[in-house]
């Protein structure tokens, strides 16, 4: 990835991400904060919510296909499950941006090493272990957007 300076990209487009937490958590308070946090650095933020399934997240994608990142947060660790279905939603296109995953990834305090693996392997892209690092990876799937755009446009001419 390349090296992007810690401050928000600013463009005259309005940056749009998709954020909701995995479909069997119901923690609410990370979420608007997070949201909250990310509409203050000049995000439109389509927030679905709690309890949200892989579907609802193919569905809003659909809705909003400038979205730049599709951001799931989960803290009571049931996340693998709760994602299943992410690997054929991105595979066929439903979801075709990013997926950044971030908070409590396992039940008990015993952190299994394979959890991030198996996460990637479930379709995720990115892995935070802390909020703070969202808008200069934000930020950089940005400048990686509009270079591949770029890409395209000169491949098309």
Known sequence: MSSVPNQLIRSTATRKVILGVAAS???AVANHLIAFFLRGLGFDVVNLGTCTPVEEFAEACARHP????????????????????????????LIACPVIVGGNLSVGSHKDGSSHDRLYAAGVDHILGDPSELPSLLDALHVERERAAVTLGLAAS
């Open 25 to 27: 958590d119901s923690h």
């Open 66 to 93: 400038e979205a730049e990142a599709v951001i799931i947060g989960s803290l009571n660790g049931h996340v693998h499950e709760d994602l299943r279905g992410l690997d054929r939603a991105k595979q066929s296109g």
